[in-house]
Structures are given as structure tokens and as C-alpha cells.
């Protein structure tokens, strides 16, 4: 009696349900980056969040510079630097504030009338002018940041710890990707001035 030898049809039958398989595979693998993929939906409810947190944050960080120290929320930006080094050229409050060095000089002068600022030529470079905060000025900012530090705790407390670990993490990426697409496409303030100020500032 002659054996039948089923093998090919074996191996037939494996290597089709290998096939299928893997084609169940690639289409399981296709629909997880479809569900993953940002759609225009998805990226537009992204930016309405951004855009709202942003505007919040602006809002109340102007409301408590006003209340707290008298100052427009973009007379607190260009000043918040001189909490951390007690003097800075106009230059470098201008960058940090992303406004040109005539615009920030204008606001200094006027800051300097109200007593909150002093400007004097630096010793070593006469054309630069070198801005500190005024004992009152720097009481008024402290007060401010104390005041905005108590609210955003109080903020950052409808977070779990893993929450709030999770945040600055995503925040912090976010952040960096975006200030290096910025430095790569050129962008950033107007730019106007080298830094310094003739003798009429």
C-alpha cells in the first residue's frame, strides 16, 4: 500500500495562515497610527487649549502686576530679569522682553520717573546703559511674585503629583520644541538697535 506524502499541502497551509497573519498584523499596526495620527479636529481643540491657558496665564499674571506694583504686564516682563541679576544692560532687558531697545527705553524712562528704575552709563562701555531696580522698585516686584507664587500653587493643586510631574515634563518639551523652531525659522522680536543708546537716552 502505497503512503501519501501530505507534507507540501502542510507547508501550504502554514505558510498561508502566515501570510494571514501578518496581514492581520499590518492592518492592526495601520489602524493604531491612524488612531494616533493628529487629525485637523485633534490639532485644533490642541491649539484652543494652548491658546486659552496662554491668555489665562497672561491675564492673571497682568492683573496681579497692576494691582500689586503698579506696572502693565509688559513693563513686568521687561523688568522680571532684574530679580535675578541686580544689573542689566537695556540690551538684554530688551531681548528678554523680545521688544526692540528703543521700545524698552521709552518704558524705562518712564519707569525711572515713577522711581521704580535707575539708568547709568556703564564705567567700562559709555554707550551702554545699565538698568538695576530701586529699593522700592525691587519691593514691588518681590510683593508681586510672592502673591503670583501663593495663586499658581493653588493652581497647580487640582493636579495628582504624578500629574503635575507629567505637566512640566510635556510643558518642557513643548516648550523647547517650539523656542527651536522659532530659532531655526529666524523669528523673535523686531530687533531694532546693537544694545545701546546714544547720549539722549
Excluded at 94 to 116: F, I
Aim: cysteine-free; hydrophobic content about 40%.
Amino acid at each position: 500500500m502505497r503512503s501519501t506524502d501530505n507534507r507540501p499541502a502542510v507547508q501550504a497551509k502554514d505558510t498561508a495562515g502566515a501570510k494571514a497573519a501578518g496581514a492581520k498584523a499590518a492592518a492592526a499596526d495601520a489602524a493604531a497610527a491612524a488612531d494616533a495620527a493628529l487629525t485637523d479636529t485633534a490639532i485644533e481643540e490642541l491649539a484652543q487649549v494652548a491658546d486659552a491657558l496662554f491668555l489665562a496665564m497672561r491675564r492673571s499674571r497682568a492683573s496681579y502686576a497692576h494691582r500689586d506694583s503698579g506696572l502693565s504686564f509688559p513693563q513686568l516682563t521687561l523688568l522680571e530679569p532684574l530679580m535675578r541679576e541686580e544689573r542689566m544692560p537695556v540690551g538684554r532687558l530688551a531681548a528678554g522682553a523680545d521688544v526692540s531697545v528703543p521700545t524698552a527705553t521709552r518704558m524705562l524712562k518712564q519707569l525711572e520717573v515713577k522711581g521704580v528704575v535707575v539708568r547709568e552709563r556703564s564705567a567700562e562701555d559709555e554707550r551702554q546703559v545699565l538698568v538695576s531696580l530701586t529699593e522700592d522698585g525691587a519691593v514691588k516686584l518681590a510683593t508681586m511674585r510672592d502673591r503670583l507664587r501663593e495663586r499658581q500653587a493653588r493652581s497647580f493643586e487640582v493636579f495628582t503629583p504624578e500629574e503635575r510631574v507629567q505637566f512640566v515634563a510635556l510643558t518642557r518639551r513643548l516648550t523647547e520644541f517650539i523656542t527651536g523652531a522659532d530659532k531655526a525659522e529666524g523669528a523673535g522680536g523686531d530687533g531694532t538697535g546693537d544694545g545701546t543708546e546714544n547720549e539722549g537716552a
